[in-house]
Structure formats: C-alpha cells, structure tokens
C-alpha cells in the first residue's frame, strides 16, 4: 500500500505544526520569521492588542500601532485583509488573529508581491499563530506581558485571571463583553460559555472595591461554573451560589444575573440578583422595560435571610436582538457637564455602532473608550458591559403540526413554580 506523495506545501505546513508545539513563546517570532521565507514572504511581525484594546503591541518588541490610527488597527477592527506598501516599495499584508471570534491582535506579512497561493499562505498562518497564541498564553508570562501597558494591582490580576475571552460565538449566538479599569479592578467579572444547545453568560458586581471584592467575585464564578458543568439548572446554579457566599463570606455580597439562552429556541431564561435590569434591543431600539421585574436580594446572605425561591424570568427572542447586562458603573460615569452618562447614553451608542455595521465586540469597545474618554481615564467604579446577540441561520418556516409540537413544548417547559414569560413586544 503506498501513500500519495506529499506536496512541498503539505511538508512546510507539517514541518511547522511539529516546531510549534515544542517551540517557547519567546521563541515564535524567530521560528515564524524562518519559515516566513520558505513562504515566499520576507518575514512576518506578530502584534498583540492590549487589554484595553488601544495599542497592537509587536511579540519581538518595538513600535506599538494605535487600533483606531493605523492600517494594522483597522484589520483588528473589521477582521479583515488590509495591504499597504512601504517607503521602499515592500508590501505588507496585514490579517486578524483570531481564536473563534475572540480578536488575539494582527500579523503583519511583508512580501516583494503578493498572489492568491502567498495569500491563502498567510492566512493559514494565522490561523495557526492564534490558535498556538491562545494555548501558550495560558503558561506565558511575556505574552502577557505584551498584552499589558500597566501595573495590575492584586484584586485585579486574581479577577483577571478567572475571566473568560472576551468574544465567544458560533452559528447561533455571540456573546462579547468588555470590563473597566483595566489594571485596577474591584469586584465586577462577567462570564459566559458554549454548549451545543446553550449559550450561559453571568455579570457580577460585588460589594466594595478591594481584595475582599475580588475573593467575592472568585467564589461566586466558581460556584457558578462548578453548577454549570455538573449539567445544574439555572436555579440550582444560583441557589450554589448563595450557599457558599452565606457560608465562606457572610459579611460580603454581589448582585449578579444569570443568564441561559436556548439557541434552537431562542428561549432566553434569566435570574436576577438584586442588579440592574437587562435591556433588549430589537429593530435598533431598546423595547421599554421589556425584561424589568421587581427586585431581589443580592447573591450572599441577604437572600439566605429572605427564604424565598429565586424567581426565573422568560422570554422568546427574535432573530437579531441583542440583550445588554451592565454595572451601575456605566451608567453612573459622568460627562463633560458633570451629568451621568445613563441608560440612553451608552444604549444609543451601540445602536449607533451597530447599525453603522461594526461587530458587536467593536461596538462595545469603542462605548467603553467613550466612557473612560468621559472621565479623563478614571473610574468612579467597576464599568462592566455585556452583550449576547442571537442570530440563528435562516431556515424553512415549520409546518403546522411541527409548530403546533413545538408550542406545547415552550409551553409545557414554562410551566414551574417561580417562573414568568415575558414577549417583549
């Protein structure tokens, strides 16, 4: 039995997938710059974007590129191929790295010239260095480092560390967040996963601003996380929650939601912790206390001392709404006059974005810098912002009998002490 040959292209890409894996993160650049010429490219400059997504940092070290002022900037932004050509006639090939939908930063391939076989080259690049960017940053201290332009103050670095990529998605669902201060962080943290079926996403805001927060902000994540992978419904998850909070930190609390999104359905279930409600946005607009109820106790002690159930809220989205979580920090920041932002400050920004055509984690960056710019940089607290938008591949109506099956089915599931369906219109 013998094997087809092998082309030089297979053996490149072999050859360079085994040097990878055994390869320090300090040694990529030089590693990559060796087979950048095998091909048929000059050599190729790895940036990483920062946490708060203002500079393109180069791995090798040197000269940082502004997001919003540079053509490597707008290939992060757009996730898209930007070319341009140098001083001394060389061209550079800029591409996104990107790990599913979280952006990582750029590659910057520079080439005498360019074609469709050296084009779909680098892409293939790419999309190796962030896959290998993403596996050995878990372990890599300067590959944190290049994500970094500050010192992070402990609270901040023990948050940090548990949080999830900003940007997560598939086929039916996005959900992107970004969090403020970035090196000083109190007690907010935001969360979200992916099951086949099921989007789960959790914003936190704790009491205070300091290691206590921080420890606070910790147990409640774990405790959610440790819920969610033992397959625990959303009520188990929170109830967990508010054991461990009332048992290891009783003098200390956070108010939170929880989220699970039916991605199939588009059944959206939620628990709210004494937090600002979430807000849904259809059609550009956000619909009027579409997803308000009345308060609860935040997740701790306080609702061990109510005694009553949590209560799940539903509701079944459309294709295309987005539902926005945030901490009172966002909404609390103030402007040039001294007024605070608000509800329809940072609301009307995403609608704006949004409808402009950017991503949902470019809109939310651009809010988040429109608010730090509002306050000179400085945070009266934690600002933190998520957004979860549903957007299922378009498919045939259902027929009768399989609409009639699939709406004794919502029904029958909505069905429960302390749950409420809400529409949204």
Known sequence: MTSPEVSQEERLLQEFLAAVHSTAPTGLP???????????????????????????????GGEQLDVDRSLAGRSYRALDLRVEATADGVLVIWLPLVDGVERL???????????????????????????????????????????????????????????????????????????????????????????????????????????????????????????????????????????????????????????????????????????????????????????????????????????????????TLEPGDRVLLYT?????ARIADGAEFGLSGFTGSIIRATSAGELASEALRQLIHSILERQSDTLRDDATILLIEWRPPARPGPGPAEREGRDKGHADGWKGDGATEDHGH
Not at 49 to 60: E, F
Not at 328 to 332: L, M
């Open 30 to 60: 030089s590693l990559v710059d060796s087979y950048a010429v095998r091909l048929g490219a000059r050599k190729v400059v790895i940036h990483l974007v920062d946490l708060q997504q203002r500079q393109l940092t180069p791995l090798s």
């Open 105 to 315: 930063g750029v590659i910057g391939v520079h080439m005498d010239s360019l074609d469709t076989t050296l084009l779909e080259r680098c892409r293939a690049l790419a999309s190796i260095l962030a896959m290998v960017i993403t596996s050995k940053r878990a372990f890599s201290d300067r590959l944190v480092q290049r994500a970094r332009s500050g010192t992070m103050t402990l609270p901040a670095e023990m948050v940090r560390a548990l949080l999830p990529p900003r940007t997560i998605g598939n086929e039916w669902a996005v959900s992107t967040a970004v969090l403020e201060p970035a090196y000083e962080l109190g007690g907010d943290a935001f969360d979200h996963s992916l099951t086949e079926s099921t989007l789960n996403a959790v914003i936190l805001d704790a009491m205070g601003h300091n290691l206590a927060s921080g420890l606070t902000t910790a147990i409640a994540m774990a405790g959610f996380r440790s819920s969610r992978r033992n397959d625990a419904g959303l009520q188990e998850c929170v109830d967990t929650v508010d054991d461990v909070l009332a048992e290891w930190l009783p003098d200390q609390f956070c108010t939170g939601i929880a989220i699970r999104l039916d991605l199939p359905s588009g059944v959206l279930s939620w628990v709210n912790c004494g937090h600002p409600p979430p807000l849904l946005i259809r059609d550009q607009q956000v619909l009027d206390q579409a997803l308000e109820h009345p308060g609860e106790p935040p997740l701790g002690m306080p609702a061990k001392l109510a005694g009553t159930p949590r209560e799940i809220h539903r509701i």
């Open 328 to 332: 009172d920090g966002v909404t609390e």
